[in-house]
């Protein structure tokens, strides 16, 4: 026996797009605005996050105790209405439901209440994190970022890959880059009182200081640990052993960092292929942002509307150009060469040997190309120790997809597969590989060549809507000195 759902209610989106004119409906929502009439009626503008657009509510006299519960009706409220959908005379809307019963869930006062008609900043939004959802920029946001995940599962799904959860706490530092996050269960209070009771002092915060010998086989892991900058390595041992495999999870990065295109804590989408190289996983990674764009685009066409409308003019225009032409392919010394030929002043200055700026990978892809890029075969200095290495001593089997207004979008590599490099690798970049000895072991058990990337969720987000801060492309934006809500 098949149960009935907790309530029988109607979802505004459905009855806007698939209820027909003459069914009575259940609707609950909140209320965006209440506009009374002489005549004894009212119009509700009902909004349950459903939908971009929300549904106009006809309220009279003839629902009991109508006088009372309307003054009750406020900005913010939330109300349960029973009527019947109605063809709408007014311009804008097909429909409209004609309360018969009026119930309020939960009051509202319309003057404190912090979303008013008027505009408000990205930046008082986002103290306003709790509310800022109910808003028409960022009910769009997490219906497109839901619309994202969905499509990113349904791409891997469909192609036979496997679904790996990668630990959160990790004590492989993935990227060697020092910015992990880290965790204890040790008493920093009692470690400071400790250290300074031996005359050593501590830091402003009360946290030992590095030249504290901190013993962490007390520590609740009995090593060091931190919370994970990359699935990437988990992925590959799953990549290894059962074949095409993706990770989909957050990550992060205490890097201080205020930009517009930075996050603490981030989520990434990592998939790993065996017996991939680099060419095909280049064509993974550009089939794949293609794929994920034109399924979004079918599924949220009046919130991208919006986003077009109001955040980004050309946003539309560009994500038909990114989903519909191929991507251009050139190698990182080629990209110096355009960049240092094209008389272009940068704040950055261009040098090979030098990791490139969002400036010039926008100058590449939206006045040189005028279309998405993917660059190859970085200097190994700047690359991570996994990326496989080229014959020519000097680069790696490195591979950036870069995407006008964003810049780099995918990040990834050949890995190197081959034991006594992967060692020298590791070396050069100050590691120590008795700390990666089951990363070495997949190379000596079995080893084959194999290839992956990562596609960070925001900045997709932020490429899909055009919101100019990745702040604005998460629920609840952790950053330096921020980790409210």
Request: proline share 5%; hydrophobic share 35%.
């Amino acid at each position: 026996m098949t149960e009935s759902p907790p309530t029988m209610r109607t979802r505004i989106a459905d009855c806007l797009t698939k209820v027909a004119p003459g069914t009575i409906v259940d609707v609950r929502g909140w209320v965006r605005t209440r506009r009374e009439s002489k005549q004894e009626f009212a119009f509700i503008e009902l909004n349950d996050g459903s939908s971009f657009h929300s549904l106009q509510v006809v309220a009279d006299k003839s629902i009991p105790d109508y006088e009372t519960l309307i003054k009750l009706v406020q900005t913010g409220a939330s109300v349960a209405v029973v009527g019947e959908l109605k063809e709408s005379p007014a311009k804008g809307q097909k429909v409209e439901l004609h309360a018969q019963s009026l119930k309020v869930l939960g009051q509202a006062d319309a003057a404190k209440y912090p979303l008013q008609k008027k505009g408000h900043s990205f930046e008082f939004l986002r103290e306003k994190a709790h509310l800022r959802p109910r808003t028409n920029t960022f009910g769009a946001m997490a219906r497109v970022r839901n619309a994202i995940c969905h499509a990113i599962h349904c791409y891997f799904q469909q192609r036979g890959f496997l679904y790996v959860h990668a630990p959160i706490i990790s004590t492989s530092d993935c990227e060697g880059a020092g910015h992990m996050f880290q965790v204890t269960t040790l008493d920093l209070a009692k470690l400071a009182q400790l250290q300074q009771s031996k005359g050593t002092g501590a830091s402003p915060s009360g946290a030992p200081t590095a030249s504290m010998e901190i013993d962490y086989t007390k520590d609740f892991f009995g090593k060091k640990a931190g919370l994970t900058v990359s699935g990437q390595l988990e992925a590959e041992i799953f990549a290894c052993s059962v074949g095409d495999c993706y990770t989909f999870g957050p990550t992060f990065r205490a890097e201080n960092s205020n930009t517009t295109r930075h996050l603490a804590e981030f989520w990434m989408i990592e998939p790993e292929m065996p017996f991939y190289e680099l060419e095909d996983n280049m064509a993974l990674a550009e089939d794949f942002v293609r794929t994920v764009i034109k399924e979004v685009m079918a599924k949220c066409p009046d919130d991208l509307q919006f986003f077009n409308d109001r955040i980004e003019p050309t946003l539309l225009a560009s994500l038909e150009n990114i989903s519909g032409n191929d991507f251009i392919k050139l190698t990182y010394t080629e990209a110096v060469d355009i960049l240092l030929k094209s008389g272009q002043t940068f704040e950055y200055p261009v040098a090979w040997g030098k990791d490139l700026q969002s400036e010039h990978e926008r100058f590449l892809t939206e006045q040189h190309f005028k279309q998405p890029v993917i660059l190859t075969d970085y200097p190994r200095e700047i690359k991570s120790f996994y990326m496989r290495a080229n014959d020519d001593g000097k680069t790696v089997r490195a591979m950036d997809v870069l995407v006008p207004r964003i810049g780099e979008i995918i990040g990834g590599s050949q890995r190197e597969e081959r034991h006594d490099v992967l060692i020298q690798r590791m070396q050069e970049c100050g590691l120590d590989p008795a700390d990666y000895w089951w990363y070495l072991e997949l190379r000596e058990y079995g080893t084959v060549p194999h290839s992956g990337f990562g596609l960070g969720l925001e900045r997709t987000v932020q490429l899909i809507t055009g919101m100019q801060n990745i702040r604005d492309c998460i629920p609840f934006p952790r950053t330096p000195k921020s980790a409210d809500f």
